[in-house]
């Protein structure tokens, strides 16, 4: 199947996709079991996949990203979105792409019935940031909601960054504006739209933490029982096999590179000194970190 270069010129800049590998197909496991944290209950929800080139990277030479990434031109990342249930709620973190026929994408439906729920069992939906592949699944093809249920929260400083003028956003993001836009309404207009501050607590066991730099509001999500931490961190990073032992790298298209490296690097000390369970967006499984030199080492979480 061969990835479709509109779809994901939404996402990545051209080069990118110059010389991107067919991704392979994901397949649809028949049960997902959810994974335990105090009293927590958290599912990956894998929506798509899609490569990413080395050239991508940002402060690190073509050599070493080769060799840090296996040999490797381009490595597949999927794009996830999480189930988390606390609190006696159960909330989404992102939506994935999407669905598009001429791409490995859209699965986060099947994902979710799989983890025994349905669209309407959503009570909450947060939003790392409003790039393509975080949002994608909030609407279904006639646009209207995907999740009839569910209140869409989005950190106020995100929709600054995207609506409050536009001519300050990079060129290349400024076609966005429109469609995002409509997708806030749909979910305005049934009264179920709400913007928060940065580091609000939207529920006893729900905080946010500022992560700005990959976009003007990219946001964390802490998850917290018993004493326990899942970080959702979204887009804090994108290459789990070159930005743990290098936080210091970043990507291009961070919309302030060296604002997210600062942030990077300020959270994962933090995640680090929390013993909190990662679950990024683009990262295939939950992890932990423990300080090692200059950078971290990945430690596996036990289920
Ligand atoms: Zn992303």
């Known amino acids: 199947m061969r990835t479709h270069p509109i779809l994901l010129s939404l996402l990545l800049p051209a080069a990118v996709l110059a010389q991107a590998p067919a991704p392979a197909s994901s397949t649809s496991p028949t049960r997902l079991e959810p994974f335990r944290l105090g009293q927590m209950r ?18 690190l030479d073509a050599a070493e990203a080769r060799r840090m990434l296996g040999g490797k031109e381009a490595v597949l990342t999927p794009a996830n979105a999480y189930l988390v249930k606390v609190d006696g709620k159960t909330v989404l973190v992102d939506t994935g792409l999407g669905k598009n026929p001429e791409a490995d994408s859209g699965h986060l439906p099947e994902r979710l019935a799989a983890s025994g729920m349905t669209p309407a069992d959503i009570d909450l939906i947060v939003i790392t940031h409003f790039h393509f592949d975080h949002i994608g699944g909030l609407l279904k093809a006639d646009g209207t909601r995907a999740f009839p ?3 869409l929260l989005v950190p106020r400083s995100e929709q600054a960054f995207w609506f409050e003028d536009p001519a300050k956003l990079p060129e290349r993001l400024r076609d966005r504006v429109a469609g995002l836009k409509a997708l806030c309404k749909a979910y305005e207009q049934a009264g179920a739209f709400k913007t928060f501050e940065d580091g609000a607590v939207l529920l006893p066991g729900l905080r946010t933490m500022p992560a700005h730099g990959h976009t003007g509001g990219h946001t964390v999500y802490v998850f917290t029982s018993e004493g326990k931490e899942l970080w959702c961190l979204g887009d804090l990073m994108h290459f789990g096999a070159v930005q743990f032992e290098r936080p210091e790298v970043g990507v291009a298209f961070d919309a302030d590179g060296a604002r997210a490296v600062a942030i990077r690097q300020d959270l994962f000390k933090k995640a ?15 992890v932990r970190i423990e300080a090692k030199g200059t950078g971290y080492q990945v430690l596996p979480v036990q289920p």
């Open 42 to 59: 958290v599912w990956t929800l894998q929506d798509a996949q899609f490569p990413l080139e080395a050239s991508l990277l940002k402060g």
């Open 272 to 286: 680090a000194q929390a013993k909190a369970v990662l679950a990024g967006a683009h990262l295939p499984r939950l």
């Open 149 to 151: 249920k569910a209140q």
